[in-house]
C-alpha cells in the first residue's frame, strides 16, 4: 500500500483531482530527518530493550494535511473521498506519545509539519501556479 504523502503529491503532480479514502483519519506526520536524528540518539542515549517513539506528538488528519498541501501548492484541487470497502483493518487515529523520546533522549522534532511538506513539495518538482 502506498504512503499518504507521497501519495497526495504524486495525484496533485498529475491532476487537479485528489482521491483519498477517508478525511477524518489522523496520523502524526514527521519529517525524516527528524526520524534520523531520534534514531541516532537512541544509538547513543537509549538502554537496550528501550521502546520509544518517535513522532511529531501532534495528530493532523487528512483532510487538515490536505488543506495545508493546497495552501503550499496554490494550485484548485478538488478532493473526492471514495470509500473503499477494503477488509484490512485501518487504523483510525495515531498520534505518538514523545514523552520519553524527550526525557531519554533529549530529542525533540524540529520540522515543522508545513516546512516538511515544502520541502517535499519543492523537491518534487510540483508545478507550482
Do not use: C
Amino acid at each position: 500500500e502506498s504512503m499518504l504523502v507521497p501519495t497526495i503529491i504524486n495525484q496533485i503532480r498529475s491532476s487537479k483531482n485528489l482521491v483519498v479514502h477517508n478525511l477524518d483519519y489522523t496520523r502524526d506526520f514527521i519529517y525524516i530527518s527528524d526520524i534520523v536524528k531520534g534514531i541516532y540518539f537512541s544509538g547513543i542515549k537509549a538502554k537496550n530493550g528501550d521502546v520509544i517513539n518517535l513522532g511529531t506528538g501532534i495528530e493532523t488528519s487528512v483532510e487538515s494535511l490536505i488543506d495545508l498541501v493546497k495552501t503550499i501548492v496554490r494550485k484548485k484541487i478538488v478532493v473526492k473521498v471514495n470509500k473503499s470497502n477494503s477488509s484490512l483493518p485501518v487504523i483510525k487515529r495515531s498520534q505518538s506519545d514523545i514523552k520519553k523520546a524527550n526525557s531519554v533522549l533529549s530529542w525533540y522534532p524540529e520540522v515543522s509539519l508545513k516546512d516538511g511538506l515544502k520541502k517535499l513539495i519543492l523537491n518534487s518538482k510540483i508545478q507550482l501556479v
